[in-house]
Nanobody
């Protein structure tokens, strides 16, 4: 059974930075496309970023391009989300997800973590 555990969330001021981590266990991490999603209060969950199995290809939501960076370390079974220049509208629960596929997807993921809260104060 694949398990994903996120960490690194917290409270930060507008313009600040955070680094989220997601550790994968119970599966073969290097065979999964990995993604980050977020859900703000009263809103639907939305795609944030995704990374290919090798890490060579990434994709981002327009709202986070240039501020958030996804990366992965297959030796550590971990995917990261580096978050810079944070804005109050980035406040949400952030989830990592795994997709046993070759191609990056913005929608189809089979495994999900429990989420980590990110709060950006103005």
């Amino acid at each position: 059974q694949v398990q994903l555990v996120e960490s690194g969330g917290g409270l930060v001021q507008s313009g600040g930075s955070l680094r989220l981590s997601c550790v994968c266990s119970g599966g073969t991490f290097s065979t999964y496309v990995m993604g980050w999603f977020r859900q703000a209060p009263g809103k639907e969950r939305e795609f944030v970023a995704a990374i290919s199995r090798s890490g060579a290809v990434t994709a981002y939501a327009n709202s986070v391009k240039g501020r958030l960076t996804i990366s992965r370390d297959n030796a550590k079974n971990t995917v990261y989300l580096e978050m810079n220049s944070l804005k109050p509208e980035d406040t949400a629960v952030y989830y990592c997800a795994a997709n046993p596929s070759v191609l990056i997807s913005r929608t189809r993921y089979d495994y999900w973590g429990q989420g980590t809260q990110v709060t950006v104060s103005s």
